[in-house]
C-alpha cells in the first residue's frame, strides 16, 4: 500500500511539474499537445512493442485479463440498459451513457496507472484490441443506424482501429513474441536499444501532458481555446475535432460549461458512479468467482477502475449525442478514480 501510495505522489509530482511549466511561461501553451503525440505515434507504441515481445502470453490470457474484458462488456453493457430503461434516455444517449460508464482509458492512463500498481503494462494489450477493434466498430453501426448519418468515408471511418498505432503496435509485439524474433539481437541489439529508450519517456511524457493540458485550460477563456484549436487544425489523438469551448488533449476532456438540464444531469451522476463503482464491483465479483485474489485479483480491478476513455467524447461529438454527458463523464471519472484505485490496492 505504501508503495501505491508512494508511485502516485510521484505521478501527481510529475502532473504538478507539467502545469507549473505552463503557468510559469516555461513552454507555449500547447506543448502538452505535442507530448501527447509523440506518446501516441512513438513512445507508447514502443513501450507496447517491448513489453508484449517478451511477455508471457500465457499469463496475458490468464483469468485476470479474462474478468477484466467480461467486467467491462458487462459494465457498458448493464449501463445501457440502466440508461435506456431506468431513465428512458434515447437509444443513441443511452449507447453514449454506456460508454462513458464502461469504456476506459486503457492507453493513455492505463498504461501508467498498471505499471504503477502491477509493475507492469502487458494486462492493457487485450483491453486495447477489445476496444478499438471490437467496440468501436459496433458504436459506429449502432450510432449510424440511429441517427441515419453514414458517411461517403463510411471505410475510411471503420478501419481506423485498424490505422491505430498502439493496436498496430500491439500486434507487432505478438506476432515477435509467436514466432520468437530476438528483439536484442535485431541490428545488433540497436533496435532493442531504439524501443526500450522510447518506450521509457512513455509515462512521464503523459503524465506531464496532463499537467500541461489542465493549466492551459484553466489560463484561457472556451473561446479563447476553441479559437486557438481551429487555427492549428483542432482535434484529439486520432483526427477528431473538439467542439467549441472543450479542451480535449492528454486523453482528458475539460468541460468548459456544465450540464445543464436535469435529465442530463441525472444520466451523468448515473455514468460516473457506474464507472468508478459499480465496474470495479463486478470485477471483485467475476475475480472471486474465477478463483482470483491478492495481486491477480488487484490488475482486472484496477484495469476497471480507469477512468472514461476520450475516445467516448470523440464518438459523441461525431455524431452529435450526448456530448456534454460525455465531456463530464471523462473528467470526473478521470478525478475521482485515484481514491477506487488507493482503496483496492489496499484491500487487495
Not at 468501436?136 to 440511429?146: G, M
Not at 496532463?210 to 484553466?218: D, F, I, P
Not at 482535434?235 to 442530463?264: F, Q, R, T, W, Y
Request: glycine share 10%; charged share 10%; hydrophobic share 55%.
Amino acid at each position: 500500500m505504501a508503495d501505491v501510495v508512494g508511485g502516485l505522489a510521484v505521478f501527481a509530482v510529475v502532473i504538478a511539474v507539467g502545469w507549473l511549466l505552463v503557468r510559469a511561461g516555461a513552454v507555449p501553451v500547447g506543448s502538452d499537445t505535442v507530448l501527447t503525440r509523440v506518446c501516441f505515434y512513438a513512445a507508447t507504441p514502443a513501450l507496447l512493442v517491448t513489453t508484449l515481445a517478451g511477455a508471457d502470453l500465457a499469463a496475458v490470457a490468464s483469468r485476470g485479463t479474462a474478468v477484466a474484458v467480461v467486467a467491462e462488456l458487462l459494465g457498458i453493457g448493464s449501463a445501457w440498459c440502466m440508461q435506456r430503461l431506468v431513465l428512458h434516455r434515447e437509444a443513441a444517449e443511452s449507447m453514449i451513457g454506456a460508454l462513458a460508464s464502461g469504456y476506459v482509458n486503457a492507453a493513455n492512463l492505463g498504461i501508467p496507472v498498471l505499471v504503477l500498481v502491477l509493475g507492469d503494462a502487458t494486462a492493457v494489450a487485450p483491453i486495447l484490441l477489445l476496444q478499438l477493434l471490437v467496440l468501436t466498430p459496433i458504436t459506429f453501426t449502432v450510432l449510424d443506424a440511429i441517427t441515419r448519418r453514414g458517411s461517403p468515408s463510411r471505410f475510411a471511418t471503420y478501419t481506423i482501429p485498424l490505422r491505430n498505432p498502439l493496436v498496430l503496435a500491439v500486434l507487432v509485439g505478438v506476432l515477435g513474441n509467436v514466432s520468437g524474433f530476438d528483439l536484442d539481437a535485431a541490428l545488433r541489439g540497436h533496435l532493442a536499444e531504439l524501443l526500450h529508450t522510447l518506450g521509457r519517456i512513455a509515462v512521464p511524457l503523459m503524465m506531464m501532458s496532463l499537467g500541461m493540458s489542465l493549466a492551459a485550460t484553466r489560463m484561457r477563456p472556451p473561446s479563447a481555446l476553441a479559437a486557438q484549436r481551429r487555427a492549428r487544425g483542432g482535434g484529439a489523438v486520432g483526427g477528431a475535432g473538439a467542439p467549441d469551448g472543450v479542451a480535449v488533449v492528454s486523453g482528458v476532456a475539460v468541460p468548459a460549461e456544465p450540464v445543464h438540464d436535469a435529465a442530463s444531469r441525472r444520466a451523468l451522476r448515473w455514468a460516473v458512479a457506474w464507472k468508478l463503482l459499480v465496474v470495479p464491483g463486478l470485477a471483485v465479483g467475476l475475480g472471486l468467482v474465477a478463483g482470483l485474489h491478492g495481486t491477480a485479483l488487484l490488475m482486472p480491478v484496477t484495469t476497471a477502475s480507469l477512468p472514461t476513455a476520450q475516445n467516448v467524447f470523440m464518438y459523441a461529438s461525431r455524431y452529435g449525442v450526448a456530448k456534454p454527458l460525455a465531456r463530464d463523464a471523462v473528467l470526473l471519472t478521470t478525478a475521482g478514480f485515484v481514491p477506487v484505485v488507493l482503496l483496492a490496492a489496499a484491500v487487495l
